[in-house]
């Protein structure tokens, strides 16, 4: 299914490596699911956490974001809606480029078992059929430009965040996301920590295509508001929704 | 003027730090001239550059490509047509998106400095132009995911480029431009000697709407023919235009 941002607020992040909670059906009132975490993540759990959310609520959009190539396979891609894949502002040269450019080389160079297809093997007809596997799958992944606002965040030493980014720095990033790098998405993630407004209402008057996205901390209706209020088109949702459903619940805006 | 790239094959580098040619008149059978180089080169010998090649050539669109932000200011940017800014795919961190960073961080920070326009400075008024002045000067500017393939040149040593891509890399980089980063143009850089037609035919299959560039030790018609046949939209000749500017005559296709 396509993803119509504009009726997109609320953001659940979802970790497969984690038990969900019993009653999925809390889930009704988000508006769009992203599934991904690192430790102990899989391609096959990941699949089942997509296939058990599915079936409890199968109007609402699922994106996987993978930490790493290894979590994604032919099954994940056929069972979510869209593939999203961070590239970190102030992250280390991996995070911005070089694990791109190897998932990229990998999907040009196994599109069969990257796309699961049975290609017919004669000459010219292989090629032709491969570049359109290669490119099918390439148009499931989008890219999220990310800054990563909490040092002590797990996040942050993954991708080689040394230091925060300034407010004006938020802001240029923005801008390059929008107008440079052409990113659909421009995240804002203060992983854990709630962050305020500041870095959103920077950011927010440079991003016009680009949706802008805000993570960390948010545990009640009010930082909700707050944060939508200030111009971020969604706030992400994830450590309540595995630790305290019934938190999770009061973070829906109204 | 818009770039028309289906009219474009050839393309001439000039460095604005070099002496032009005596007879500029060489210039009327190429496409598109780019401006920009590294050592020795300001905003002001790269306007002064423009302004020659203007005056000669008044119909060829002109594309400064800025080594340093010191190299632009509000008078090149008025002077050229497109300002195209570099990401390195093997260059080091700055080259693929701290300069980025810095370069627009610094547009939203100044636009008036940048954009040379006065803003009535009145409250949200000026908020307001500034941000309408700030996506003026960004719209202006395009990306190029460059490829550099020559380990010995000079543009390697700067980037911080410490290996060439392999082939299957190459279709990689390709692909990742044209779906990931979304940026209008992919160049294969052998700077100075010539790479042959293994890397843009590579790349080719993978780039619907990504102009692909090829630069690198061109001296003839029949290299130019070679590389053009192999799937690239123009080539890009430097050197020989200030060296040996006979020899740059005989690169521009029949």
Not at 19 to 33: G, S, V, Y
Not at 41 to 50: D, I, K, L, P
């Amino acid at each position: 299914m396509d993803i119509e941002w504009d009726a997109i607020n609320h953001v659940t992040k979802v970790d497969p490596a984690k038990p969900l909670p019993a009653d999925l059906a809390i889930l009704r009132e988000t508006d769009l699911i992203m599934v991904g975490g690192s430790d102990d993540v899989t391609a096959e759990n990941t699949q089942q956490a997509v296939t058990s959310i599915r079936e409890a609520v199968p109007s609402i959009p699922i994106v996987q974001e993978p930490y790493d190539s290894s979590h994604v396979s032919s099954e994940t891609i056929d069972a979510v809606d869209r593939v999203a894949v961070p590239a970190v502002f102030n992250g280390d040269r991996d995070h911005f480029v070089a694990k791109h450019l190897d998932f990229f080389t990998e999907i040009c160079r196994k599109p069969k078992a990257v796309t699961g297809a049975s290609l017919p093997v004669v000459g010219e007809v292989i090629a032709t059929k491969g570049r359109e596997a290669v490119r099918e799958v390439a148009s499931v992944i989008m890219a999220e430009g990310y800054v990563i606002q909490n040092l002590d965040s797990k996040a942050a030493t993954l991708t080689g965040v040394e230091r925060t980014l300034s407010v004006e720095e938020v802001a240029g990033a923005a801008l390059a996301t929008e107008m440079f790098y052409n990113f659909p998405i421009f995240y804002i993630e203060y992983s854990g920590t709630y962050g305020g407004t500041e870095d959103v209402t920077a950011a927010e008057p440079y991003l016009e295509e680009t949706v802008l996205l805000y993570g960390g901390g948010i545990r009640s209706r009010e930082q909700t508001e707050q944060i939508l209020a200030a111009g971020a088109d969604a706030i992400v949702v994830g450590d309540c929704f595995h630790d305290d459903p019934d938190r999770f619940v009061r973070t829906i805006p109204g």
